[in-house]
């Protein structure tokens, strides 16, 4: 009890560290749903906030809207002036008539001094954004607009301008040849303004679009609750938690503690109830709270990031993973457990509370024989079918029409699916970690060439035989009732195998009518048959055979009597006579599938005594068989009902017929 405690008080303090503390809006609304609650006045002052998508929308206007800073490099245009004459002098170097030099010197340099004025922009500069700018030219700060600035692709085009109507008008093509050489851009933009100019914008875009005051009427009773209703709504909702957790952080803390407690503490009376060996089981346990931890934690990060990637997490992986290992009653009760859990932090918790269930039923209905690659790819087909319909659905009451369905969510769904295929590698890393079994385990173990079935043909080849019988009984008993068919089937193969120790006092292996219990008392020879069960168990845990399959090797007889050495000791000493010396130890099945094998193997092992039975007899036979385990409540611990009990017997005598080869009398 210790270990237990110690598991739900940890557990609940991670879930605490993960859960936000700020209180939870007492009343629960959606988009297109009337409002069931009396009229609903403001307790305080708050904001309308915007929607992400007004605010999206508010930081497009802005980022369009906002200037650039270009910087212009001053020490470029200093070295591109002292070139200059130089420059000048070499492309100019065939005039000889000083004042024709001067004249076209002082014309460049005015050329220069136009195209520097701002500054050049480099090659194929492409603007983007505002074209109104902001020039930085040592600690000056000049707006203008990008047209303004020099291109250097323009160049050529340029000088043709400025020539038309210079009396030197020919001198064109060397003025080209000598600022191509020379001009050098000295623009650029300057990343780090323009980021901080950015930063600063965005920060002062408001967040809210109105003003509610203390008192004003919010909505009423039986009101449509529309966009701006919602709107408003959700406003208050966010202010509220906000002001609760700043002011009772510690009362909101203490409850909870008791719902995360009271969860935790469901999930084990309902073990202690109906899955006692489970209960029993620390490392179980431990397991499922590590499936509900760790489903929990990958469901608060992802809304810390972004509360719409929430849809992409593989919730129902759980019942999966559950059903995979134990059974879909716990795998469905553990799931939806989880899914409230969820629920408290979840913005819009009903639709999200109601689609993760709905999905984890879809979960637990659809999967079978999860080692068959494509029942996963159907089931996984199906719950994100769910969840796609369910989402559709309510976006068509939220909105009132499907055009405003946003297409995000439903990629999220799919790659939900996508994530919930890596089920089965998890599977098997959780059989090596916590040492479970899952089906695709039992399929292995299924195998008759195994190195313990194949010494069970050898030494024992009527137990062997007999174990088949009982195992293809079994199985068909199972699939017809909706139990695991390739558990009854594995526990079948293996109930036996503790004959292995003395196969010849077994009736099964003993021919030409010898049989050593001739030469012992009855209770010895009780003792001996009582002792299989036993000698099973130490021989599957020898050979590592999973607790799952012993279990069917420990309740195959429950606490049934040895019937026949039991009813000779009494012939011999009836004074002296105890009954529990005739008794196996237990414990009776608790699970269809153990009671199966039960039916399955007590019925096959007394057929041996049948010769050539009747239809009718066949019947009554195993109606006696059956109906005597039910007088001694061997089938009280289990989960099967009546109804089943019924349909197992049916399927039992279906199949006796085939063996007998016995054809059923009609009516005349």
Excluded at 485 to 492: C, D, P, Q
């Amino acid at each position: 009890m210790f270990y237990k405690s110690l598991l739900i008080l940890s557990s609940s303090i991670l879930i605490l560290y993960l859960f936000p503390l700020g209180g939870q809006f007492k009343y629960e609304f959606q988009k297109g749903r009337v409002w069931q609650y009396p009229d609903f006045y403001s307790p305080f002052d708050f904001s309308i906030l915007k929607t992400d998508a007004e605010i999206k929308k508010d930081e497009e206007e802005v980022l369009a809207t906002l200037k650039p800073y270009l910087r212009a490099d001053e020490q470029i245009k200093k070295e591109v002036f002292s070139k200059y004459p130089d420059q000048f002098s070499l492309f100019f170097e065939m005039l000889q008539n000083p004042m024709k030099f001067d004249s076209l010197y002082d014309f460049g340099n005015m050329l220069l001094e136009e195209i520097y004025f701002y500054g050049v922009l480099p090659p194929n500069y492409n603007h983007l954004g505002n074209p109104d700018i902001f020039l930085i030219q040592e600690q000056l700060e000049i707006p203008i607009n990008i047209e303004e600035l020099f291109r250097s692709d323009e160049l050529f085009e340029f000088i043709n301008t400025k020539m038309n109507g210079f009396v030197y008008a020919d001198y064109a093509d060397v003025y080209k040849d000598l600022f191509f050489e020379l001009i050098s851009p000295n623009i650029t933009l300057d990343k780090t303004f323009f980021d901080t100019a950015k930063e600063q914008a965005l920060q002062d875009i408001s967040r809210s679009r109105g003003f509610i005051a203390a008192g004003d009427l919010i909505v009423a009773e039986g009101e449509l609750i529309d966009d701006d209703t919602f709107e408003t709504l959700n406003s208050l909702r966010k202010e509220f938690t906000l002001q609760q957790g700043e002011q009772n952080s510690n009362w909101i803390l203490f409850g909870y503690s008791i719902l995360i407690v009271l969860t935790f503490t469901l999930l084990l009376l309902f073990l202690f109830t109906y899955r006692y060996v489970i209960y029993e089981d620390n490392r179980k346990l431990t397991f499922i709270f590590f499936n509900i931890l760790v489903v929990i934690v990958a469901v608060t990060l992802t809304l810390n990031y972004n509360t719409v990637y929430v849809f992409a997490v593989p919730i129902c992986i759980l019942p999966l993973i559950i059903k995979a290992f134990f059974d879909a009653r716990l795998g469905l009760f553990t799931h939806v457990l989880t899914v409230l859990l969820i629920g408290f932090i979840i913005p819009n918790s009903f639709e999200f509370v109601f689609l993760q269930i709905t999905a984890g039923i879809v979960t637990i209905q659809s999967v079978t024989q999860l080692y068959r690659r494509a029942n996963l790819f159907i089931s996984v087909g199906q719950i994100v079918l769910v969840y796609i319909t369910g989402y559709i659905a309510f976006t068509t009451i939220q909105e009132g029409n499907l055009t405003q369905i946003n297409l995000t969510p439903l990629a999220l769904f799919m790659l939900n699916g996508l994530l919930m295929l890596f089920v089965q590698p998890l599977i098997y890393i959780y059989e090596k970690i916590f040492r479970l079994v899952s089906d695709v385990s039992l399929l292995e173990l299924s195998d008759t060439n195994s190195v313990l079935l194949k010494e069970l043909s050898d030494k024992a080849p009527g137990t062997f035989h007999h174990s088949l019988q009982v195992a293809n009984l079994a199985e068909a008993a199972a699939n017809e009732i909706g139990a695991n068919a390739l558990l009854v089937r594995v526990g079948a193969l293996y109930h036996d195998i503790g004959k292995l120790k003395a196969p010849m006092y077994f009736s099964e292996n003993q021919t030409a009518g010898v049989s050593p219990h001739d030469e012992l008392t009855p209770k010895q020879s009780a003792r001996i048959i009582i002792n299989h069960v036993k000698e099973g168990i130490l021989i599957a845990q020898k050979n590592n055979i999973p607790d799952r399959i012993i279990d069917f090797i420990r309740t195959h007889h429950g606490t049934s009597t040895v019937y026949f050495f039991y009813k000779k000791q009494e012939e011999l000493t009836p004074d002296e006579l105890s009954i529990e010396e005739f008794q196996y130890d237990g414990p009776k099945p608790f699970s269809k599938e153990t009671a199966i094998l039960m039916m399955a193997d007590a019925v096959e092992a007394a057929s041996k005594s049948l010769k050539t039975p009747s239809v009718n007899q066949l019947q009554e036979f195993i109606d006696k068989i059956i109906d005597g385990k039910m007088s001694e409540q061997q089938f009280n611990a289990s989960d099967i009902t009546f109804a089943e009990i019924e349909t197992v017997k049916k399927i039992l005598f279906k199949k006796l017929i085939n063996v007998y080869q016995l054809r059923i009398e009609y009516p005349k």
